[in-house]
């Protein structure tokens, strides 16, 4: 019996472990994904209709994808930094992408013009370019490189600094 | 005075009468002192109206709209009906820790009073043991760290409204508070088992004075959870009403081990078996309604129901650890002690399906503790991260729930002790006809999957012990007493109770796994977006569209859907919504139900024409049975009430020595 | 005898009626959306499966999952397309293959053990049946009676 009685005291030991160490752990840190491969292909239609783009087509620049949608809140808590980080960005091998998320091409067009986007925006209709990336729900920005790998990813809304951080990492990295 | 000042007094008042009354009551279990005790008790009852009173005020504070305290700023707006005002005393965690302490409190009231009239020593230190977790509760709803009556500096004009789940639907009303009794009241055999340990007494007095209090708590965890399953089959507009949700799987964890318990105690009140055990079923069993608590109010995993992150996790942790050490430690000085004398049966005996149906139990209870922790030992020692829901539980749950629903038509028909083959011919071979006939029931009535047609079968074998064990007592009595059909089964129910009472309750029991079988079977959808006249038919069912119109309330804006459903006799106007509430930035779906004896007709309102509402689409999914898996609940509850009431008065009869020594048949 | 032949055809008859049931068939395209739907987690939801959610991104893997079986594409092709975009997080039960796959073994060591204990604990089938009770056993039991009368009354 003192094999039951060491294992009961083991057992209890390692719940009390296991549900101290759970408050490190922040429910919304998600870290599974497709960081550190190759960013999936696509090519969608430009939010105005006016034609197509492919992600191939953009091969050896540095490609900041921005998931985004009117109904998200904190989209359009992000949306000045994007527009500053675009600016200053604007005239150089950074592209800036946006895909619009779950909704009418019309609402997302009405939305990008509103908020003074500049760069170029797509519409996801199906979700097939979302659901390849795994994104969870937009705001959601993917960083890739020249190479084609996506190096970075951010989930919720994101910061002018977090923005450059993730573009001069890549610009650098192309450099060398 | 506001209600909000009454309110946080009235706790603080009750906290020093706890702590009082703690030290009282042990004073007079150690000293066997009467006037300590007498004072105790006089702390318990004054403590529990304090609490009940601050209940109260918070009620009231949510009934008048009081935003200068921040549980209602934040729960409640001046649009909030009075009824959803009231109830929001448990929409969210601060309230709830408060209705949660006025039941212990209740609780301890109740040992205090009644408890310590007939066994003094050792009702007194469970009255100890009540105070000190009373206290524990009132110190966390005392201090900021869930302080129900924490004030704004600045009370806003409107509050937030309660989370738009929980103010859809009524029966909110009803699953938490009885939820929250079935977990309180565990406490009640917790404090006693812990008195007994403390004590050392060997023998059963804790159980016979707990026996009651044990059955109530698995009742209302039962019916709760049931009440639960009810809530968000209504609410949560998925056409479900299980997902193995963790706070879900908090809920269930308890009652698992609490239907343990209240089966294994037999063989310890019939053998005096099993004493170490019935007790660690106790403690874990109050364990497990802390974890649970912990679990999905500290905020370590997502659920439908955590509430925010707050500082109650730490303590409930602590609280938890606490309880563990001092449980396990006393069993483990104890178990010495109750050493059971002799093996225990033959394999085929009752005491032995107890047994059998005791390790099916723990092995249900551990599935779910370690599929809802698995994610985060995983996270924790290789930072991978996964999922486990309801593919992995269904798979390991399923097989476990169909063995047990075996040894539920098996155990009750063997003897004690042991049992001859003549016995198991005569007990077993209209079960084993009647299981045959379930399972070509099954096929016949179109349920086909594998585990469905099981159920079925098993369900036929169980229903079949159940009335070959009313028609055997029926007719003894009968025979015995002279009495008509008719008295003879009420006479059971009232003077059998414990027995026949359970017999009712497997057969609830036994109605919900047959719910659950045929509605995971036979479930069929579809979806299609209609425009206004169009229809959209499933499984011999019509349902017509006629229009999407919006509708404005004081507390809400909703989009609904008005549905005619028709086929297989159902003539039935359904209305399933989108509703948009302030405080949530997304609409919640409101299902509409069409319920019936044989199929549910569940619609749903999936998305609409924003413009000029002009479609919807709408998803329909057709449930079969899904109505039984209330009414079983139901039947649970009516049997655990005949199991549970007292038999009648009546004239002590010192009965003859072989009757009382014999096994029973 | 009359009553062994029934519980024979009895017994017969559920056997049949399970062989039946447990038959295997080719699953059709739609029970094979199910099926991995099923097994797909609501990355919107709070554990919900792709199946039962009725949340736009589940309603668009459904409809990714129908166009990839329309495809002909196996079970196990679609899933992996889902883990490459998403890890393991997205099926919910975990895989057998990776170390996470143990969590599966708790079921049947729990029951193992519990019947290891149990057994030790029953009576052999050499093993004499209880005597009659002695004088202090039924002095003993006389007092509970009494006791549990004195309670409940």
Known sequence: MMVVRVAIVVALLGLVITLGLAFRRDPHDIRTGTVGKPAPAFTLQRLDGSGDVALADLSGKVVVVNFFASWCLPCTEENPALVRVYERYRSSNVVMLGVNYQESRENGLAYVRRMGMGWTTVADTDGRVALSYGVFGPPETFFIGPDGVIAGRHIGPIDEATLVTGIETLRTRAAR | MSAGDLGAAALRAALFLSLWGTGAAIYAAWRRDARALHSARIAAGIGFALVVLAALSMMFALATHDFSILYVAENNARETPLFYSVISLWAALEGSILLWTAILAGATAFIAVRGTVAIPRLATTALAVMFAMLTFFLLLITTPAADPFARLALAPDNGNGPNALLQNHPLMALHPPLLYLGYVLTSVPFAYAIASLILGEGGDRWLVATRRFALISWALLGVGIVAGAWWSYAVLGWGGYWAWDPVENAAIMPWLTSTAYLHSVMVEEKRSLLRTWNLALVVATFALTILGTFLTRSGVVNSVHSFSLSAIGPLLLGYLVAILVLSVGLLLWRSGRLRDAGPIGAPLSREAIFLFQNVLFMAATLTVLLGTLYPLVAEAISGAQLSIGGPYFDRVEIPLALALLFLMGVGPQLPWHGASRATLERQFTAPIVAAAAGAVAALVTGTTALAAVLTYALGAFVIATVVQEFARGVRARRTLHGEDGVAAFSNLLRRSGRRYGGYVVHLGIVVVALAVATSQARTVDAERTLAPGESLQVAGYTVRLDAVRAVSEPQRESIVADLVVTGNGANQDLRPALVQYPSSAQAVGSPGIGAGLRDDVYTILAAYDQRTLSWATIRMRVIPGVSWLWLGGAVVGIGAVIAGAPPPRRRVVRMPIAEVAAPAK | ?153
Not at chain 3, 8 to 15: C, F, G, M, Q, S
Not at chain 3, 79 to 95: C, M, N, V
Request: glycine content about 8%.
């Open chain 3, 1 to 153: 005898m009359n009553g062994r032949v029934l519980v024979a055809i009895a017994l017969l008859v559920l056997a049949g009626a399970l062989v039946f049931a447990a038959r295997p068939h080719e699953a059709t395209a739609d029970e094979r959306i199910d099926q991995i739907t099923t097994e797909l987690r609501c990355p919107v939801c709070q554990g919900l499966s792709v199946k039962d959610s009725t949340s736009e991104t589940a309603r668009q893997m459904r409809d990714l999952v129908a166009q990839r079986v329309r495809e002909g594409k196996t079970n196990a092709e679609i899933e992996a397309e889902f883990r490459t975009a998403y890890g393991d997080w997205i099926f919910l039960s975990p895989p057998l293959s990776s170390w996470s796959g143990l969590v599966w073994l708790v079921p049947v060591a729990v029951i193992a053990a519990g019947l290891g204990l149990v057994s030790a604990r029953l009576r052999g089938p050499g093993a004499p049946a209880p005597t009659a009770p002695s004088a202090a056993q039924v002095a003993a039991l006389r007092e509970r009676v009494a006791r549990e009368e004195a309670a409940e009354g």
